[in-house]
């Protein structure tokens, strides 16, 4: 049974960090693209970031926040900079065929159960 178990969020100021990390089991990730999104209050899921032989950011994080990870441990981690109260969302690890399937929803084959960041002002 494949499983995506999300950790590190919480409670953060505007313009600290804060680093989240997903531990993935079940099966071998590899050859699978990695990707992170995340879902504020009252709004879709959206996309953040992808790595999967080479990486892709959403634009409103480009600068601020780098995808990593360790396919020996199957994880994935988003290191999250000058974080802003915009940002607060719950963040979920998910695992798509491909990099370019892993950026849209609709391409996700497995979903974590997410993690909460707060940033306030």
């Known amino acids: 049974q494949v499983q995506l178990v999300e950790s590190g969020g919480g409670l953060v100021q505007a313009g600290g960090s804060l680093t989240v990390s997903c531990l993935a089991s079940g099966r071998t990730f590899g050859s699978y693209a990695m990707a992170w999104f995340r879902q504020a209050p009252g709004k879709v899921r959206e996309f953040v970031a992808a790595?999967?032989?080479?990486?892709k950011y959403a634009d409103g994080v480009k600068g601020r926040f780098t995808i990593s990870r360790d396919i020996a441990k199957s994880a994935v981690y988003l290191q999250m900079n000058s974080l802003k109260p915009e940002d607060t969302a719950v963040y979920y690890c998910?695992?798509?065929?491909?990099?370019?399937?892993?950026?849209?929803?609709?391409?996700?084959?497995?979903w974590g159960k997410g993690t909460l960041v707060t940033v306030s002002s």
């Open positions: 790595i999967g032989g080479s990486i």
């Open positions: 998910a695992v798509g065929a491909s990099l370019r399937t892993a950026q849209a929803i609709s391409g996700i084959d497995y």
